[in-house]
């Protein structure tokens, strides 16, 4: 995998679609490139939105310490310095910004090799909340099913 492009995608809906999303429709995933230097090469407009950031103060310039904040960086430097070290993983999160709630997410990282070298890594932040909610109806459905029998 290669990356390419450095701009943000516009594909997360006007102002009134994301307002109307709230605690409806999954918050639109988020995907970034961050390189070996984990300076960010790319970030997507949802992206750009959960952390209140512009493209042109982030894309090129940013760390992502910086972007994300020490605690949410802590929390997943492991990752990080283990997608730079060429494996890739797939961890559940719960992610909280400012005046957006959490969210429940499955975040994929995911190592970019060029000629056998780790050049940066990609990640793939996707809500699951809907999902796990949907999990847990049924699973209380189920157990007052039992009961019942």
């Known amino acids: 995998m290669s990356h390419s492009g450095n701009s ?3 594909d997360s809906g006007s102002e009134p679609d994301r307002k109307k999303r709230k605690g409806q429709a999954p918050y639109p995933p988020m995907l970034a490139y961050w390189d070996k230097n984990q300076v960010c090469r ?3 407009k949802a992206g750009l939105d959960w952390f209140n950031k512009k493209a042109d103060a982030v894309i090129g310039k940013m760390h992502i310490l910086e972007y994300i904040g020490p605690e949410l960086y802590s929390e997943n430097l492991f990752y990080i310095e283990s997608a730079l070290a060429g494996q890739p993983h797939v961890v559940e999160r719960s992610l909280k910004a ?3 709630g959490e969210i429940s ?3 994929t990282f995911i190592p ?3 000629n056998e070298e780790t050049v940066g890594f990609y990640v793939h ?3 699951v909340g809907q999902l796990k909610r949907k999990t847990e109806k ?4 189920e157990k007052e ?4 029998i």
């Open 98 to 100: 400012e005046g957006k």
């Open 125 to 127: 932040v996707a809500d």
């Open 145 to 148: 099913l039992l009961k019942a």
């Open 105 to 107: 997410a499955m975040v």
């Open 138 to 141: 049924k699973l209380a459905d």
């Open 42 to 44: 790319f970030i997507n």
């Open 8 to 10: 943000a995608a516009d």
């Open 112 to 114: 970019d090799f060029r």
